[in-house]
C-alpha cells in the first residue's frame, strides 16, 4: 500500500519568507509526528498529533513554528519568517496509535534551504 | 530528560566482519528501544525494535537485546553485506509521552568488499 508521502521533495526559500511543508500519512493511522534532521543537531522530535488530542507541541524550536492536522490526515507544517538555521530535512512519520510500542513509518522528507 | 547515545561513527568494515554498533540510552520509565536505517539516498525505515526488557529485535541478520540493567540496545551482525552500509540511528519511546522517537546521532556503516 502506499507509504507516507511529503511535498514538496525540496524548497528553496529566501531568508523571511514563510514555507508550507505537506504530509500525508497511511490511511487508517491516527498519529502523526514531525522531526527534523540536520547536520548539526541530528533527529530531532518536532510535534505529535494523536487523533482529536491536542498536539504535542514540546519540540518545536520557536513559535515561527506551527502545525496542524485537518481531518485527521494530511497535515501542514508551517515556518514563519525562516532562518537559515532552519535549514534541514524535514521528516513526517505516521504510526497505527500512538503508543510508545509502535513502529513509525517515515516519509521520505523535504529539504528545505533557506539562502 | 531521556536521551540516547550511539558510538561515534564512520565505522568502516570488510564483508564478512562482524558488526556492533553500540547503543545505551537514559529514560525516566520503561521505553520501547528501535534500530532505525537509512540508506543511501532512501528514507529512514524500522530496521528493528523490542519493547521491554530482555527482548531480542532481529531482522535481516541484525539483533539487538534491550538490557534494562545496563541500559543499552547494542546493535550486532554476525557477517555484513555492501548493502548493509547505511546510517543506523539508536532510538527510544516512551509510552506516557506519546511514541515520541528520542534518537542517537546516528552511526555510519560503510562495508568494503
Known amino acids: 500500500g502506499a507509504g507516507v508521502s511529503q511535498s514538496p521533495s525540496n524548497k528553496v526559500t529566501e531568508k523571511g519568507k514563510d514555507v508550507e511543508l505537506r504530509c500525508d500519512p497511511i490511511s487508517g493511522h491516527t498519529a502523526l509526528y514531525w522531526y527534523r534532521q540536520s547536520l548539526g543537531q541530528g533527529l530531532e522530535f518536532l510535534i505529535y498529533f494523536q487523533g482529536n488530542s491536542a498536539p504535542d507541541k514540546s519540540g518545536l524550536p520557536s513559535d515561527r513554528f506551527s502545525a496542524e492536522r485537518t481531518g485527521g490526515s494530511v497535515s501542514t507544517l508551517t515556518i514563519q519568517r525562516t532562518q537559515q538555521e532552519d535549514s534541514a530535512v524535514y521528516l513526517c512519520?505516521?504510526?497505527f496509535g500512538g503508543g510508545g510500542k509502535e513502529t513509525q513509518y517515515f516519509g521520505p522528507g523535504t529539504r528545505l534551504l533557506v539562502l | 530528560g531521556n536521551s540516547v547515545t550511539q558510538m561515534e561513527g564512520p565505522v568502516t568494515l570488510s564483508e564478512e566482519a562482524f558488526l556492533t554498533i553500540n547503543c545505551t540510552y537514559t529514560?525516566?520509565?520503561?521505553?520501547?528501544l528501535f534500530w532505525y536505517v537509512q540508506y543511501p539516498g532512501e528514507g529512514l525505515q524500522l530496521l528493528l525494535k523490542?519493547?521491554?526488557?530482555?527482548d531480542k529485535g532481529s531482522n535481516k541478520g541484525f539483533e539487538a537485546t534491550y538490557r534494562k540493567e545496563t541500559t543499552s540496545f547494542h546493535l550486532e551482525k554476525g557477517s555484513v553485506q555492501v548493502s548493509d552500509s547505511a546510517v543506523y540511528f539508536c532510538?527510544?519511546?516512551?509510552?506516557?509521552?506519546?511514541?515520541?522517537?528520542?534518537f542517537g546521532q546516528g552511526t555510519e556503516l560503510s562495508v568494503k568488499p
Open positions: 512519520a505516521s504510526s
Open positions: 529514560a525516566t520509565g520503561y521505553p520501547s
Open positions: 532510538a527510544l519511546s516512551e509510552q506516557n509521552q506519546g511514541g515520541k522517537l528520542i
Open positions: 523490542a519493547t521491554k526488557a530482555d
